[in-house]
T-cell receptor, first 111, second 118 residues
Framework: QKEVEQNSGPLSVPEGAIASLNCTYS??????FFWYRQYSGKSPELIMS??SNGDKEDGRFTAQLNKASQYVSLLIRDSQPSDSATYLC???????????WGLGTSLGVNP | GAVVSQHPSRVICKSGTSVKIECRSL??????MFWYRQFPKQSLMLMAT?????????EQGVEKDKFLINHASLTLSTLTVTSAHPEDSSFYIC??????????????FGPGTRLTVL
């Protein structure tokens, strides 16, 4: 069974610190990976996608992909209280356009 | 990014009634849309894949006669919860995939519909 695993947390970091969120996936056929942020009571919003090995940066966010280790991570620099949310990792499930979802990591940024 | 809307955002109904939820892709065409359900403090659960021009594909354990899906056009999918009961109270979210920059098929979510069945 194809799976995506995340540490459920909660992860707590002080304001201004780097938050590191990690995700592993089981299907070596997955080619694209996504990080979504979900605030309580709201729907998920896309933060970043990544499909090439290495780092991809967008503002305060950096996604990292290591296909050999089947590992995806998200770094949030200069964490702000507004970053407090649940972060969902997802992987494409092949050619049917579905995503395989992790259960999410809850992040709290303390002022 | 692409924009997906949902209507209504919130609905309260009596047990036994049916509720229709609409999902629209506003600035792109979506031959496929996904319907999710999320209970409080739980993860997303994929209910079904909505396909324009053909029948929806339901995930294991989801009753297709209870959750009717119609993909009426390239920009509209509807989910009807038939004979709703209190246990159907949940947050229903749709998403639509489209090719984003770099040709990565990316899902964009609607804002969700909170259903409360009394």
């Amino acid at each position: 069974q194809k799976e995506v695993e995340q540490n459920s947390g909660p992860l707590s970091v002080p304001e201004g610190a780097i938050a590191s969120l990690n995700c592993t996936y089981s299907d070596r056929g997955s080619q694209s990976f996504f990080w979504y942020r979900q605030y309580s009571g709201k729907s998920p919003e896309l933060i970043m996608s990544i499909y090439s090995n290495g780092d991809k940066e967008d503002g305060r966010f950096t996604a990292q992909l290591n296909k050999a280790s089947q590992y995806v991570s998200l770094l949030i620099r200069d964490s702000q209280p507004s970053d407090s949310a649940t972060y969902l990792c997802a992987a494409h499930a092949g050619n049917n356009r579905k995503l395989i979802w992790g259960l999410g990591t809850s992040l709290g940024v303390n002022p | 990014g692409a924009v997906v809307s949902q209507h209504p955002s919130r609905v309260i109904c009596k047990s036994g009634t049916s509720v229709k939820i609409e999902c629209r892709s506003l600035d792109f065409q979506a031959t496929t849309m996904f319907w999710y359900r999320q209970f409080p403090k739980q993860s997303l659960m994929l209910m079904a894949t909505s396909n324009e021009g053909s029948k929806a594909t339901y995930e294991q354990g989801v009753e297709k006669d209870k959750f009717l899906i119609n993909h009426a056009s390239l920009t509209l999918s509807t989910l009807t919860v038939t004979s709703a009961h209190p246990e159907d109270s949940s947050f229903y979210i749709c998403s639509a995939p489209t090719l984003a920059s770099g040709n990565t098929d990316t899902q964009y979510f609607g804002p969700g519909t909170r259903l409360t069945v009394l």
